[in-house]
């Protein structure tokens, strides 16, 4: 069954051709995906790599690929094969954005490089996601979340003090990238309704990363400040996590009057005079940092941790559970209209898979569950959309660039 998108939303009409893999340029993609955009992935014959990576359900599907991958329609193609471009230039000219994240040089070699695509469809737009960037020294590194988590500053931010650094299980440089690659999608859009004429725009995942270092960059420049790791708390920001009766909770006084609301509850008003720390909440002297941690933690340890989070909400200060997996799943899973989980729909599983859902939705948009594509499950009702006829279909298998599944239920879309 061709996976066609069923999402109401801003993005119907628009067309995204997928030549990506892993996270940063499927998750793009499927961002657009989930506001309404024809999302068609090209895949290799073998299909792309994240189909293999755990977990997998008891079908043998890659929930990892799941997770960046719903809604969209799969075309499977040999893009090194003599006669590809019989194939991908219909994909071409029929997108509007066309989203990858090959190595550089990969893209003018198998036929889709900006200058070509000029020639073919010169309304597209090409976003193409990079570890470091064209303009980099280091331009030709292989990289992935770790790595760019690593080098852009943020590994060396979490951990102890006295441990090493720890990356984040969090793939803030794969999402974070993949976010600021449809944001510039978007962009390209809105400028050629001015210009009607393409743009090729580079996103690289170092920069992306690092554009999130916030404070870190100027307060080193300005006052030298050096930033550290501090594992659970920070050295003299209140803060850190508090252990209630049945799970951690987390509070953040961020004005003067939280951080007097919060000393007041606690007991000590005193807390709050100005000469304590430089700002509210910042505290100079680190003894009376011990006492003011350990006095929230006998606090905390007399309820449970919502109970703790309903006083602080009451009061105004920003506050909330530490939630496990298990938690989220718990609460979340049961809401039959939950914006933080949602539903897939996996080949030959009956049973549609809860994965983390979308980051925003329109008011008008959708919520039909979709499914995650079959290997090569769209490629042939697809062309035959772009006009390829039957004797051309044919005879592509019969050159090789194509092929048909022998084994029809492994790859047919989930019902």
């Given amino acids: 069954m061709t996976n066609v998108p069923k999402t109401k939303g801003p993005l119907d009409g628009v067309h995204v051709l997928e030549i990506a893999h892993f996270i940063a340029g499927p998750h793009a993609a499927m961002i657009l995906c989930d506001h309404g955009a024809d999302v068609i992935k090209i895949e290799p014959p073998a299909g792309e790599h994240a189909r293999n990576a755990v977990a997998v359900d008891a079908h043998g599907n890659s929930l990892f690929f799941a997770c960046h991958n719903r809604g969209k329609r799969a075309v499977a193609l040999d893009l090194g094969h003599a006669d590809a471009k ?32 000029q020639q073919v469809n010169p309304r ?66 809105f400028e050629r309704t001015r210009t009607g004429k393409g743009q ?17 960059v100027p307060d080193y420049e300005v006052n030298g400040e050096i930033a550290r790791r501090y594992g659970q708390r920070p050295f003299d920001r209140f803060g850190g996590s508090f252990k209630a009766k049945d799970a951690y909770f987390t509070v953040a006084p961020a004005t003067p009057k939280m951080w007097k609301d919060l000393c007041k509850l606690m007991g000590h008003p005193e807390w709050a005079d100005p000469s304590v720390g430089r700002r509210p909440g910042y505290v100079t002297d680190p003894e009376l940092r011990k006492q003011i941690d ?18 602080f909400q009451k009061l105004g200060i920003p506050s909330g559970v530490v939630r496990t997996i298990e938690r989220i799943f718990e609460e979340e899973g049961s809401k039959p209209n939950s914006r933080v989980l949602t539903k897939v729909k996996l080949p030959n599983n009956p049973k549609p898979v809860t994965i983390p859902g979308r980051s925003f939705r329109f008011p008008d948009e959708t919520t039909d569950i979709k499914s995650a594509p079959a290997l090569n499950g769209d490629t ?5 959309e772009l006009g390829l006829s039957s004797s051309e279909l044919d005879g592509l298998v019969a050159s090789g660039v194509l092929a048909r599944n022998d084994d029809k239920d492994r790859v047919a879309a989930a019902e």
């Fill in 86 to 117: 019989k194939v991908l230039d219909p994909l071409l000219k029929w997108a509007d954005v066309i989203i990858t994240n090959y190595a550089a040089g990969v893209p003018d070699r198998l036929g889709f490089g900006f200058e070509r695509l």
């Fill in 380 to 384: 042939f009702a697809v062309l035959a």
């Fill in 294 to 311: 350990q006095t929230v933690d006998a606090w905390a340890a007399q309820r449970t941790a919502e109970e703790a989070v309903e006083i």
């Fill in 200 to 216: 090729f725009i580079e996103v690289g995942m170092l920069e992306v990363l690092s554009s999130m270092l916030n404070t870190l």
């Fill in 124 to 189: 597209a737009i090409l976003v193409h996601i990079t570890g470091f960037g064209s303009w980099s020294d280091k331009k030709k590194y292989v990289a992935f979340d770790g790595i760019i988590q690593a080098m852009s500053g943020v590994w060396n931010l979490n951990g102890h003090p006295d441990g090493p650094p720890l990356n984040c299980q969090v793939l803030v440089g794969d999402h974070g990238t993949a976010a600021h690659a449809a944001n510039a999608a978007l962009c390209a859009l």
